[in-house]
């Protein structure tokens, strides 16, 4: 288990020669600066993975997503880079390439830090800055959920519901840029993020990329939550806190889904690490309010609470006092709702949006898969498909909140009462997120840090966290890039394939300084 107890490893020659100038010699300076912790140096895996980032900044020039009626798309250097197949095929080599590389040097970083304490935190944050402040200016990558954030807001804007109303109520809703699914779908997100949404719109002032600003803002303040709050946690729980801070705030996954995306999942992971941190150190009312503000960000926290008001009952509490407190927790967070339903004169409208079925699902999802294939073969012998497939849906629906009461209700153990509440909360959320049949890439990163403040032992847990890193880094490069409908598509994912595959194997396989972490995974930390 990643516990405080410092170990080392090997001191790896890898000093950079002298004589650079420039922004990479100031950046190769800076960032060696303090580097007493490491083992050699740590100067050169922080540089690629700031190298890395600027790479797929410029990947995103001409496959991040932009909104039809963007003016960006009419100026000379977007021309070249969308409009053509070679701008195209280069910026996709770029944003392949940037994001693997990105991957190395988060192994490499961890590889050159030779005492997990104190002394590594100056260099993860360094890694933190380097790494994540690029990001913040590439167009979205991986996703165009924030487009539909911006129409949702314009719902807001013009006085309409939308937990009612889709995209398409807005006229050229087109034009927007969002996924057609957001089309009739009402919108799933609380209160909290209707008015982020709202500012978004007024800020912008019609221009998609300014409002982009606030939403990329919402998901760095979501990170920076992460960062200080998920050691917090960790220590509390005997966890080493600066092994935990690389593993999952600067784990390339999260990286990419909360900054690169600007998904709200960021802030509404930050809001929720933060709260539970505050109850665990018996402040409850404050754990309180900050897990109700991620609730009105994403409502999927709501599982949060009966864990919350766990850890306000106390390892000595029966049950008479548990459920006063699961009361109390559940009265108080619903009338935060209720007034903040109130003042946007919505009430609890996102409740019957939750209620939408929907008909995504995806390969690796086992219900999802489960789901397709028995929907298929019922359609073969004349029943009707797609009622199958809502059945077994539905029946994981129902599974996972069973898992998460029984996880509520089991007792937990006097001397770890706290680490074993989290641990059961980390698996209610993982319940939730296997038995759904649509597993996004950012769900995994839900995990990894619910599951990093509790422990992930050095053994197959690690060693299947750096395999689920490299596996969503390539699904997120190989599944939304934006592409003109005269490019074609399949040329380019093919090239995304063949660069993302190709440097993920030899990452794994056949780089000498990498390839030891995913055999013996003890050996990195």
């Not at 503000?293 to 000595?316: D, Q, R, Y």
Request: aromatic share 12%; glycine share 10%.
């Amino acid at each position: 288990m990643l516990t405080d107890k410092p170990r080392g490893t090997p001191a790896l020659s890898s000093a950079v020669s002298g004589g650079r100038s420039g922004i990479v010699g100031l950046l190769v300076a800076w960032s060696h600066k303090g580097d007493a912790g490491a083992a050699g140096t740590t100067k050169v895996a922080l540089v690629q993975g700031f190298v890395a980032s600027i790479l797929m900044v410029l990947g995103s020039i001409g496959v991040g997503w932009l909104a039809g009626s963007s003016a960006l798309i009419r100026t000379p250097v977007f021309i070249a880079a969308r409009t053509t197949p070679v701008g195209v095929i280069s910026c996709t080599v770029m944003l392949c390439f940037g994001a693997l590389l990105l991957v190395r040097s988060w192994l490499r970083l961890a590889q050159r830090i030779s005492v997990w304490d104190e002394s590594a935190r100056p260099v993860l944050r360094k890694a933190l800055l380097l790494w994540a402040l690029p990001l913040v200016v590439a167009l979205p990558l991986f996703s165009r959920d924030v487009y539909a954030y911006i129409g949702q807001g314009r719902l807001m804007s013009q006085g309409l519901n939308p937990y009612t109303n889709g995209i398409s109520a807005l006229n050229n809703y087109y034009q927007l840029g969002p996924d057609t699914l957001w089309t009739e779908a009402p919108t799933p997100y609380g209160p909290l993020f209707l008015w982020i949404e709202q500012f978004a719109v007024w800020m912008g002032f019609g221009i998609p990329e300014v409002s982009l600003i606030a939403f990329r803002l919402a998901a760095v303040a979501g990170v920076l939550l992460l960062a200080v709050f998920v050691p917090k946690l960790a220590a509390l729980h005997g966890i080493n806190a600066e092994r935990t801070l690389w593993l999952t705030v600067l784990n390339p996954v999260l990286l990419i889904n909360f900054i690169a995306s600007a998904h709200n999942d960021s802030l509404m992971l930050g809001l929720v690490v933060t709260g539970v941190y505050f109850a665990a150190i018996k402040r409850p009312f404050l754990g309180i309010v900050l897990v109700t503000a991620s609730i009105a960000i994403k409502p999927i926290t709501l599982i949060a609470l009966p864990f919350v008001g766990l850890l306000w009952a106390g390892s000595k509490a029966g049950w008479g006092r548990k459920f006063w407190c699961w009361s109390l927790t559940f009265v108080l967070s619903m009338g935060l709702l209720w007034v903040a339903g109130m003042v946007n004169g919505l009430g609890f409208g996102w409740v019957a949006a939750l209620r939408t079925s929907s008909t995504v699902w995806i390969w690796y999802a086992p219900v999802g898969m489960l789901g397709a294939v028995l929907g298929f073969l019922a359609g073969l012998f004349g029943a009707p498909g797609s009622a199958v497939t809502s059945a077994v849906d539905l029946v994981g629906t129902v599974l996972s909140v069973f898992a998460v009461v029984w996880l509520a209700f089991r007792g937990p153990l006097g001397s770890t009462y706290s680490a074993t509440i989290l641990s059961r909360m980390a698996w209610g959320f993982a319940a939730v997120v296997l038995l759904a049949p649509m597993i996004q890439p950012w769900y995994m990163v839900w995990l990894l840090v619910l599951f990093g403040v509790v422990g992930i032992k050095e053994n197959w847990q690690l060693r299947m966290v750096l395999f689920l890193t490299a596996f969503f880094m390539l699904i997120a490069l190989t599944d939304q890039l934006s592409v003109f409908q005269w490019i074609p598509i399949g040329i380019v994912r093919a090239v995304a394939i063949v660069v993302g595959v190709s440097f993920a194997l030899y990452v794994v396989f056949i780089d000498r300084k990498t390839r030891v972490l995913f055999l013996r995974p003890g050996e990195l930390l």
